[in-house]
């Protein structure tokens, strides 16, 4: 069965810091892989996602991530983050019809 | 425009009791997903419609669990005889195809069951 692992549970920055958050994923084929956000009392929301073509992703808010395949990795990077960026970030593949999510990583940015 | 909206917010009932919990999709979304989260884990995939029809529902835990889509749109998830291990957040998704398009999730149902 495809699977999505995510390898830092916690992450705590300072303001300003760089950001890299790692996902890699068990599916071998042609994949769909997408980041979400969750921010504190609100919905998931989609940050960004990749289909095909150039493998650098940019999304909302200054994040982008990387698709290396020989890798099966999809890590998240956002060069300088804010307060603002604290939040739960999911990754997660697309296949079969389904979104299958990785465990998570609670982000904490302290001012 | 309207998100996905899920009710009621937050549901508690007692153990043994048979729960119903409801999405309204995203106009024009013909897929439906159900997930569920506990704390500190990611969501975890329950069962999709593609229109009116459950295309997978591979991730209902046991027979317990049910959900229906009869008109397309509205769906509705069933519990009989939950059991405090049911406690969680269940998230409703909806999507314009299962072909990755971006999932639209609403804010979740928190079910407890003492």
């Known amino acids: 069965a495809q699977s999505v692992s995510q390898h830092n549970h916690h992450v705590i920055l300072s303001e300003a810091a760089s950001l890299e958050l790692g996902c890699n994923y068990s599916?071998?084929?042609?994949?769909?892989l997408f980041w979400y956000v969750q921010y504190p009392g609100q919905h998931l929301q989609l940050l960004l996602k990749?289909?095909?073509?150039?493998?650098l992703v940019k999304g909302i808010k200054g994040f982008e991530a990387e698709f290396i395949k020989s890798k099966f990795s999809f890590n998240l990077r956002k060069p300088s983050v804010q307060w603002s960026d604290t939040a739960e970030y999911f990754c997660?593949?697309?296949?079969?019809?389904?979104?299958?999510f990785g465990q998570g990583t609670t982000l904490q940015v302290k001012p | 425009g309207a998100g996905v909206s899920q009710t009621p917010s937050n549901k508690v009932t007692e153990k043994g009791k048979y729960v119903e919990l409801r999405c309204d999709p995203i106009?024009?979304?013909?897929?439906l997903y159900w997930y569920r989260q506990s704390l500190g884990q990611g969501p975890e995939f329950l069962i999709y419609?593609?229109?009116?029809?459950?295309?997978?529902d591979s991730g209902l835990p046991n027979d317990r669990f049910f959900a229906v889509r009869p008109e397309g749109s509205v769906s509705t998830l069933k519990i009989q005889r939950t059991e405090r291990g049911d406690s969680a957040v269940y998230l409703c998704?909806?999507?314009?195809?299962?072909?990755?398009?971006?999932?639209?999730f609403g804010n979740g149902t928190r079910l407890t069951v003492t």
């Open positions: 599916y071998g084929g042609t994949v769909n």
């Open positions: 106009s024009g979304h013909t897929a």
């Open positions: 997660a593949v697309f296949n079969t019809g389904k979104l299958i």
């Open positions: 990749y289909f095909s073509g150039d493998p």
């Open positions: 998704a909806s999507s314009f195809g299962p072909k990755g398009s971006p999932l639209h």
């Open positions: 419609f593609q229109g009116t029809g459950a295309a997978d």
